[in-house]
């Protein structure tokens, strides 16, 4: 089956803890988006990458850090310095960066901080 | 700059009647328009995208959408509700010089049985 994946799909983290999200898509696209969703607020971007070792800031890139060592795999760190990071993260990936190709989402990791 | 307005939170509507979800677009070029579909804890599944051509657009399950160039409008219909269309439908844009997706904050739509 090619698709995405992320891992785990429920965390938990203390506060002052980082914690890494896993992406990984075997569907051979180029570019990878990392969102973040909160009711009523639509999604918002991250991180995104459009081609290996390189990646850009998103509308709301504080807090968060991510790679793009292999063009499968887009992990992104939540890191302490992010304020409010209980929400639900999804990663997409599409074709190109550039264009009409839609994106394709994984299942998401709902981030819990206690 | 781009921007996608879904002006409803909530849509109802009864089972077997025409749904119409809205949305407004704003981008400085040409719009590439898509529609995607999220049921609870899930991700987005792709419904249908404009690219240009025929103003009315068929997708999945059903769906189609209408492009509106003069009133920057991609409306999601269909012609009879099903109860399983329940669901959060999200909007959205890119130009065709852009990077970025831009999301609508979406509109829940409940289809009663």
């Known amino acids: 089956d090619g698709g995405i994946t992320q891992s785990p799909k429920y965390l938990f983290r203390k506060e002052g803890q980082n914690v890494t999200l896993s992406c990984e898509q075997n569907?051979?696209?180029?570019?990878m988006y990392w969102y973040r969703q909160d009711p009523g607020q639509g999604l918002r971007l991250i991180y995104y990458?459009?081609?290996?070792?390189?990646?850009q800031k998103g509308d709301i890139a504080e807090g968060y850090s991510v790679s793009r060592e292999k063009k499968e795999s887009f992990p992104l760190t939540v890191t302490s310095a992010q304020k409010n990071p209980t929400a639900f993260y999804l990663c997409?990936?599409?074709?190109?960066?550039?264009?009409?190709?839609?994106?394709?989402f994984g299942p998401g990791t709902r981030l819990t901080v206690l | 700059a781009q921007s996608v307005a879904q002006p409803e939170d909530q849509v109802n509507v009864a089972e077997g009647n025409p749904l119409t979800v809205k949305c407004t677009y704003s981008?400085?070029?040409?719009?590439?328009l898509f529609w995607y579909v999220q049921y609870p804890n899930r991700g987005l599944q792709f419904l249908l995208k404009?690219?240009?051509?025929?103003?009315l657009v068929k997708g999945s399950y059903g769906f189609e959408a209408e492009f509106n160039k003069s009133q920057t409008s991609f409306h999601l219909k269909k012609p009879s509700a099903l109860v399983s269309d329940s669901a959060l439908y999200f909007c959205?844009?890119?130009?065709?010089?852009?990077?970025?997706?831009?999301f609508g904050t979406g509109t829940s739509l409940t289809v009663i049985p």
């Open positions: 404009y690219i240009t051509g025929d103003n």
């Open positions: 981008v400085s070029g040409n719009p590439y």
């Open positions: 997409a990936s599409s074709i190109e960066s550039l264009g009409y190709n839609e994106q394709f």
């Open positions: 990458s459009q081609i290996v070792n390189d990646f």
């Open positions: 959205a844009v890119r130009d065709n010089t852009g990077n970025q997706f831009y």
């Open positions: 569907l051979n696209h180029d570019a």
